[in-house]
């Protein structure tokens, strides 16, 4: 049986380009503001990436990088003075913050008007309420995903395996506002794998490589594998690669549509905070939200 990949850089796309012809319809030009902090190689790697596919969309970049030894006063400061700048829209600060910095302390400065990762408690309070808000955008990119593959996903049974703020629980709330019958399974749920074999769409977010095998999945179940692990190569000793929290090869011979790692989440995540920008932009100017960006 061949495999249903689900080629997340190219939804990632669809998206982007979704992003750009909203972008050319407004009456001015959104500003998204990045507040990098330290030298973590993959932090500054992910900004790069965020800076340029901005830009390519016809929105404007800020950038603010401060050294790894500045005070979480000074961070604030940076972040309230965003707040305070009418022209930008959105805030993004990068996680993670150097050791001995408290990242919820700084993530709780930052205009919710202007929280395009959608992770302050005002945000999560309208997503619970069901209110219009700016969703986070790992978990929209998982609706995004699956209903790439699906189509209308009214009545299907999504079952979540992870229950962090920052996908289990927003996943599991957006997949409700498409309808779906929502189940979170976690560390203490019993017999795990019968409850992810009555899944329709499974999406394991636990960060455990290969978790998920191919009994753990019902026949022909779409699977949108949110985990990003290193671990050794093993045929290239000193080497690592990429795999997500589900037994791809094994996983894939039972499943329907599926997200490889890398390439199927991980792109997602970029083209959503654009999306997210857009968004706030019109949030905060009046203007009416773009149908092309609805989920």
């Known amino acids: 049986m061949s495999v249903e990949i689900i080629d997340g850089k190219a939804v990632a796309t669809s998206v982007r380009d979704d992003v750009t012809k909203a972008v050319s319809g407004l009456p001015s030009q959104p500003t998204l503001a990045v507040v990098l902090v330290g030298d973590d190689p993959a932090s500054h790697v992910y900004v790069r990436n965020k800076i340029k596919f901005t830009e390519e969309t016809g929105m404007r970049s800020l950038e603010h990088r401060l050294s790894a030894d500045v005070s979480q006063e000074d961070v604030v400061k940076t972040v309230r003075a965003l707040n305070a700048d009418d022209e930008v829209d959105g805030i993004l600060v990068q996680l993670p913050l150097p050791s001995g910095m408290d990242s919820d302390a700084v993530i709780a400065e930052i205009d919710p008007a202007k929280d395009v990762d959608g992770l302050t408690e005002a945000s999560a309070g309208r997503l619970v309420l069901g209110q219009p808000g700016l969703r986070p955008c790992t978990p929209t990119g998982c609706v995004i995903l699956a209903k790439s593959a699906l189509g209308d996903l009214t009545g299907k049974h999504c079952v979540i395996i992870g229950r962090s703020i920052l996908v289990g629980k927003p996943a599991a709330l957006l997949f409700l506002e498409q309808n779906c019958t929502v189940t979170i399974a976690h560390s203490r749920t019993k017999d795990i794998a019968a409850v992810c074999r009555e899944a329709d769409i499974l999406v394991p977010a636990v960060g455990r490589p290969e978790m998920v095998k191919a009994d753990w999945v019902k026949p022909g179940a779409c699977v949108v594998d949110v985990g990003i692990n290193r671990v050794p190569h093993p ?14 090869k094994a996983a894939s011979e039972v499943s329907g549509p599926i ?17 997210n920008t857009v968004l706030a932009a019109c949030d905060r100017r009046g203007w009416d939200r773009p149908d092309i960006l609805s989920v």
Not at 259 to 275: N, Y
């Open 259 to 275: 997200t490889p790692v890398p390439g199927g989440v991980g792109p997602m995540t970029i083209a959503c905070l654009l999306r």
């Open 235 to 248: 045929k290239k000793p000193g080497k690592s690669r990429l795999v997500g929290d589900v037994d791809f």
